[in-house]
């Protein structure tokens, strides 16, 4: 700091002390004198903190800024403070740029460009969260003609690495017969900025780590890792629904929020807005109950898609309902209903008792069980959704003739498994008298045909609640014109009154890793009493 001033005899009484203050303060003042960065920076924190005059230490800080040499190490804090008295001044647009600007700029400076990417978040209003550790939603899909096409489960726990709480998110998709997509998400529990994304299909996998003004995307099996830039508050597309359960909804409220969504062709990252508002409150009637519910209309720039949202007004704050149009495809209207609320906590396997026929099985943590009658089986093998995707498991159904089938969803979507529980009677005579006979007539109806023909093998013997029962193996079953290759594995057994069929199919890569899950699942079931 350059001050030029001329000393003169004191008036009497008064201290040079106390007059070189006064000169000092009046060159300050003076508009011809121009103070430097850290000057600025010094008036910005006096205006702010002492003060409390937000629009003088903005201006400060931007004047500070501004005059900031190459390499000053307070333009980080003179840009952070910036961000910090625009969001005081609710102005959190120009907070967000001012933020992105330390995390973009001054990567060196760990500690404020974390203070910096939690303040982006915290710009966003959040009630606490309406859910209890361990919730577990169950939504049915259904089509245009209200036919069944699938399942859906959200499952939410509390978790904390090194200090840092967070929340957990799983997602499990899956149609009548397999989990077909599932994924996990990860959020600070304070603000739901993300922190890691785990999502798999079939054999393919991808993953996202979060990182301040950036995110790193890598696929199974490919080569390096990809790096996307972000710009301010983006929030991961699997977490979204929970982080709408925790806006302050009411009568016509909005807001607007970035959405990170995977495009997993390209392994990009590609950040959208999507608006919500609030339209007003209706009832709602979904398999779970009847629901007084917002309406939520959402918004998605550049897309066709229009979303609907229906969320409980009670303190739970369920999504009950989700309406999806598409405005290129006029009456392709999909919907979630909420079907069912559990809770389970991480690390606890899944219980299931049949009420019809009593008998239960237990699925290992993290695996959902979702129960068909027979019919609902039956009309869901002859829709569009499962038909000729898969005749290997379509001919395997209706021996017995199930008045239960269960869907077991693997958290991995590594393999399909499905119980067939029905009356013994309706096996024909000679299966009835030999497990070993209906096992090996199933596998010959089901792989006829040279493009099924695969190796029969691992013939193997167990007991399950008391009673005998057989396994095999059909391994080396083709997918398409690819190489890749499936394992058809099923355990077959009878109890007093009824035939109980495990089959499943896997990538035969993972048969080895998968059997003995399948076979704890089977040798789980236990007959009614």
């Not at 000092?24 to 850290?38: D, F, K, N, Q």
């Not at 969260?129 to 169950?138: I, K, M, S």
């Not at 997509?181 to 922190?195: C, N």
Request: aromatic share 10%; with cysteine.
């Amino acid at each position: 700091m350059k001050i030029t001033y001329s000393l003169s005899f004191p008036v009497r009484g008064t201290k040079l002390t106390s007059l070189l203050a006064i000169v000092i303060s009046l060159a300050v003042a003076s508009p011809g004198w121009a103070a430097s960065a850290s000057e600025l920076l010094e008036q910005g924190i006096y205006a702010e903190e002492t003060k409390g005059d937000l629009d003088a230490a903005t201006n400060a800080y931007r004047q500070a800024i501004a005059e900031a040499r190459p390499g000053w190490a307070a333009a980080a804090q003179a840009q952070f403070r910036l961000g910090v008295c625009c969001c005081k001044k609710k102005d959190f647009a120009s907070g967000a740029a001012a933020f992105d600007q330390v995390i973009k700029s001054y990567p060196e400076q760990k500690e404020l460009v974390a203070q910096a990417n939690d303040y982006l978040y915290r710009a966003l209003p959040l009630l606490p969260a309406p859910w209890v550790d361990g919730e577990d939603l169950q939504f049915v899909m259904k089509g245009p003609r209200d036919e069944k096409g699938g399942f859906i489960n959200f499952g939410v726990n509390a978790g904390e690495t090194n200090g840092q709480k967070f929340w957990r998110i799983e997602f499990l998709c899956g149609n009548f017969l397999q989990s077909l997509q599932a994924g996990v998400t990860e959020v600070d529990a304070a603000t739901f900025r993300p922190l890691r994304s785990r999502f798999k299909s079939g054999d393919r996998g991808w993953g996202t780590d979060y990182q301040p003004g950036h995110a790193e995307m890598w696929e199974k099996g490919a080569e390096g890792v990809k790096q996307l830039d972000l710009t301010g508050a983006v929030y991961d597309d699997y977490s979204l629904l929970h982080l709408v359960r925790r806006l302050p909804l009411g009568t016509n409220y909005s807001a607007s929020v970035t959405v990170s969504d995977p495009d997993l062709g390209t392994r990009e990252r590609v950040p959208y807005p999507q608006a919500f508002r609030v339209t007003g409150v209706e009832s709602v009637t979904v398999p779970a109950g009847t629901y007084e519910c917002y309406k939520v209309d959402s918004s998605l720039e550049g897309r066709a898609r229009k979303e609907t949202h229906w969320y409980s007004t009670d303190s739970h704050r369920y999504l009950v309902k989700l309406s999806v149009t598409n405005a290129a495809t006029p009456g392709g209207e999909a919907r979630l209903e909420l079907s069912a609320v559990t809770r389970r906590r991480a690390g606890e396997p899944a219980l299931f008792r049949d009420a019809a026929l009593g008998f239960s099985l237990t699925a290992p943590a993290g695996w959902r069980i979702v129960r068909h009658t027979g019919e609902e089986m039956a009309a869901a093998l002859s829709s569009k959704y499962v038909r000729g995707g898969d005749p290997l498991l379509n001919s395997l159904w209706g021996n017995p003739k199930a008045k239960t089938a269960l869907c077991m969803l693997d958290p991995d979507a590594a393999c399909m498994c499905v119980a067939d529980v029905g009356p013994l009677a309706s096996l024909k005579e000679s299966e009835r008298q030999s497990l070993h006979t209906w096992a090996k007539e199933d596998i010959a109806r089901t792989t006829q045909g040279p493009q099924w023909k695969g190796q029969t093998n691992d013939w193997q013997e167990l007991t399950i609640a008391g009673q005998p029962a057989v396994t095999a193996a059909v391994r080396g079953l083709p997918v398409g014109s690819s190489d890749f290759s499936q394992t058809l594995y099923g355990v077959w057994t009878f109890d007093s009154t009824n035939a109980v069929k495990f089959y499943s199919m896997m990538p035969t890569e993972d048969f080895g890793n998968v059997r003995p899950t399948i076979e704890a699942l089977a040798r789980s079931y236990t007959p009614a009493r």
